[in-house]
């Protein structure tokens, strides 16, 4: 990869502190790199600007909009999830659009939080056009890939030349069509249009490191070891991990919903990404002090369930 590193993501204001913090995981293993933030309100635009971070690009969801006008129309019939995962290629095609050719622009989901450089995932994928990684269900959960697919879309990368752009606007014009949570008709939002492509487009590339994906629904299916400073899984570096479900109670109660977390995976993945939050919690009191976005008591069964397994974190 030549030049700065583009990545997008987007993010309303319930996801202002996972998205931030996001950002500094980057600013610390991303090398050179601008994370263009897609702005699904006013509070969120308002408040990035406030930061003044050099290395973000924030747009307005309206400026999107303007640039393709048939987003408006699949807006018209869609509820507010549905519309956001319809956005996503169309962002990834309005942050390309703008780079030169040669570029890559990798799209992150806003809950992921990186270990390790991201070159790795750049470095691992050679000549591909396009990155993709599977969800790798651990057996437990292998039920859910008939609803959420076999890929993950995570992190998703694309090359801007012509294998990378095809890939792309086929998914665009997918997800314009339908993007609905609909299992009877084989739709899970923007996700599951990824089934096929390794047979539908010939410059593509799975991820092959478990480290690279590392999310609570596959956590189960490795072993840990921890050396030199860093986590390694089945002997591979920890790149990435998708804090899926991850809950933000309050500035000190915060726990992972509905999945078992080893101790390992507790300690060295789940303890620096909550310190991580903190850290980035304390910079938007800087600029906003009576910051409480994103924070929401869960039902009391469902707490005290996650309780009971452990899956809470006390800072």
């Not at 303007?66 to 962002?91: F, G, M, Q």
Request: hydrophobic share 40%.
């Amino acid at each position: 990869m030549t030049g700065a590193n583009q990545f997008c993501t987007y993010f309303d204001s319930k996801y202002i502190l996972k998205g931030l913090t996001l950002l500094h995981s980057l600013e610390k293993h991303g090398s050179d790199f601008t994370l263009w933030v897609l702005c699904l309100d006013n509070a969120t635009f308002d408040l990035l600007a406030a930061m003044e971070n050099p290395r973000l690009r924030t747009i307005r969801l309206a400026e999107l909009e303007l640039w393709e006008p048939r987003l408006l129309t699949a807006k018209a019939n869609r509820s507010s999830v549905e519309y956001y995962w319809t956005c996503t290629p169309t962002w990834v095609a309005y942050v390309l659009a703008q780079q030169p050719p040669g570029s890559w622009v990798s799209y992150m989901d806003a809950d992921l939080f990186f270990y390790d450089q991201v070159a790795e995932v750049f470095d691992e994928a050679g000549t591909a056009s396009v990155i993709i990684h599977e969800h790798r269900f651990a057996p437990k959960y292998a039920y859910m890939a008939a609803t959420s697919g076999i890929y993950n879309v995570g992190l998703t990368g694309f090359h801007s030349d012509p294998d990378g752009w095809n890939a792309l606007r086929w998914w665009q014009a997918a997800c314009l069509e339908a993007c609905s949570l609909s299992p009877e008709r084989g739709l899970c939002g923007d996700q599951k249009y990824l089934d096929d492509w390794p047979r539908r487009f010939p410059a593509i590339h799975v991820l092959l490191n478990p480290g690279a994906g590392l999310a609570p629904w596959n956590i189960t299916n490795y072993k840990y070891r921890f050396c030199n400073g860093a986590l390694n899984v089945d002997s591979h570096p920890l790149i990435f991990y998708h804090f899926h479900a991850f809950q933000l109670v309050s500035r000190h109660l915060m726990g992972q919903h509905g999945y078992d977390i080893p101790d390992m995976v507790r300690k060295y993945v789940y303890g620096p990404y909550i310190r991580a939050l903190q850290d980035t919690l304390a910079r938007i009191f800087n600029v906003e002090p009576h910051f409480q976005a994103g924070f929401q008591w869960p039902p009391l069964r469902q707490l005290f369930s996650d309780l009971r397994y452990g899956r809470y974190f006390w800072e």
